[in-house]
């Protein structure tokens, strides 16, 4: 098994509880007084710093959501008082995808950048990425933060890293080839449109060496059905990854798998609470992630509410790593659950059903209103010579698991909308359709 730093992901769980109390003392005084948001925020709760005497009275912090940092924002343009420094100290400012609204902005000092690659380095040798690999971003290089924290964890591996920035997918798998690419980074999505383009023009995707795909930017990768889809569609291992630009690269999963997505307990806090009630859950209960990062005292985020769904497992790992993982990764978004006829109905959920059909090559879900009545209509595109009766199979498996018929219908072939970034699939359409 490959480690980042063996030191710390092999500790017992007592030393991690030390080693995160001994961080936390020291964030926590830094940020008194020096971070205006969270000085205020913790003074209108009527807390401070002296009144946390243990890792267990985090709980006393008042939670932090990313409404109020973009509300602080936007009353305190263009950065806001999430700055623990002055604005000359940092040296990057990326922002989030924007996929659900206004993309807030973060801001990096040199420090907190090093400890961004220090995360992405956990991240690349839990995939089992050496310096002997080739490892290909197939990443556009915009504002969203994306795998732009990945190209430093390449360096600390110290692993060959070309960028495939400016490229359009036929570009990219040529240069894939051509430099003997054994690594590919970047979102699930993407990872099936490149196949999807390859199958399309023939190249033959066997002329790459690729062993590994290491996946951020939406849960795909710990979806069974679509990781299979990778893996087959590559002849490669699929790895999936998790973390927030406001968070940073917080999980990874390692070479053991099935076994669920490791937390760098080194670099985090994790607590688990009912998304409705905000009471913590019990480990082995699902709930939503609330994240406290330790090491980016520039932009800091803690108690933060990231609106994933996971389930603690704390059962050491037989990769040898002692920290708690999250059993099948993120399982969802809290806000992204809908309800359907009195159904409860996730996007991963959708996602696992439709791509264990391999014709299937995209598809987008609409829920509305039509008569006062909930309607789920997904549209699907199948691959060239695909059998139409397989929209049938579709509708009557999702039957089956949602315990109602969405409408389901075959689209023209190239008809719905590609991603390269953050995928934007499931749409809630809440006004009521005119009849």
Known sequence: ?????????????????????????????????????????????????????????????????????????????????????????????????????????????????????????????????????????????????????????????????????????QQRLEMMRDAGATVLCCTPSYALRMAEVARDIGFDLRTIPLKTTVHAGEPGASVPATKQRIENAWTAKCFDHAGASEVGAHSFECQVQPGGTHLIESEYIAEVIDPLSGAPVPPGGRGELVITNLGRWGFPVLRYCTGDLVQVNLQRCQCGRTSLRFDGGVLGRADDMVTVRGVNVFPVGVENIIRNFAEVDEFRVTVSK????????????????????????????????????????????????????????????LETASS
């Open 370 to 429: 039509t008569r006062q009545m909930d309607e789920m209509d997904i549209e699907v595109e199948l691959c060239e010579g695909a059998d139409a009766v397989l929209i049938q199979a579709i509708a009557t498996r999702l039957d089956a698991m949602l315990a109602f018929r969405p409408r389901v219908r075959q689209v023209p072939r190239s008809t719905l909308p590609r991603f390269e970034t953050k995928a934007k699939r499931f749409h809630v359409k």
């Open 1 to 169: 098994m490959s480690y980042f730093n063996e030191a710390t992901e092999t500790l017992g769980r007592e030393q991690i509880a030390d080693l995160q109390w001994h961080k936390l003392q020291l964030m926590l005084a830094h940020l008194w007084q020096r971070n205006r948001f969270y000085t205020a925020k913790w003074q209108a709760a009527g807390v401070a710093p002296s009144d946390i005497r243990c890792l267990a009275d985090l709980a006393l912090l008042p939670l932090t959501r990313k409404g109020e940092l973009l509300q602080d924002q936007a009353d305190r343009a263009p950065f806001g008082s999430n700055l623990t420094y002055a604005p000359e100290a940092y040296v990057r400012m990326h922002q989030t995808s924007g996929t659900t609204g206004v993309p807030l902005k973060v801001f990096d000092t040199q420090q907190s950048w090093d400890w961004w690659a220090n995360c992405w380095g956990h991240v690349l040798a839990g995939a089992g990425v050496t310096p002997s690999d080739r490892l290909f971003m197939a990443f556009g290089f915009g504002p969203f933060i994306g795998f732009w924290a990945a190209v430093e964890g390449a360096k600390k591996l110290g692993t060959l890293m070309i960028p495939g920035g400016g490229r359009d997918t």
